[in-house]
């Protein structure tokens, strides 16, 4: 069964939409295997998006996962990273189509509410980095 790594970030926790979150996956069929709240490490938020650190907007990207608790979920179920992506919408809430997370709940690129692995690799060692 395939999985993926989701994460409601800190400005969808702190708004409290970790529930209505957790339904829509729960809607569209997927099963949640593991949870936690969490509140990031710069060291750990850092190795999150170590594939982003050449880009102009990774420090504040660092600074506002750090700044609040964050939701960490492993889901399961058919194309689990592809599906998960396309409940979540495109990164830029202004292009994020209505129906979906981002394009329901956020309106800013800066803070859109929700992370989802993008790859297999980036499934695995997200897991890994958050729940091992
Ligand atoms: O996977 P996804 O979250 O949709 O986008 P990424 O390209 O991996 O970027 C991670 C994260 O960085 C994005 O969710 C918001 C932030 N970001 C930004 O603040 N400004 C950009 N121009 C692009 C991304
Ligand atoms: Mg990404």
Redesign the pocket.
Known sequence: MDRTFVMVKPDGYARGLVGRIVARFEEKGFKLTDAKVMHLSREHAERH?EH?SAKP?FGE?VDFIVSGPVFAMIWEGKDAIKNARALIGA?NPSEALVGTIRGDYALD??S?II?GS?SEESAEREIKLFFH
């Open positions: 998006y982003l907007f990207l990164t690129v800066a859109n992370h993008d």
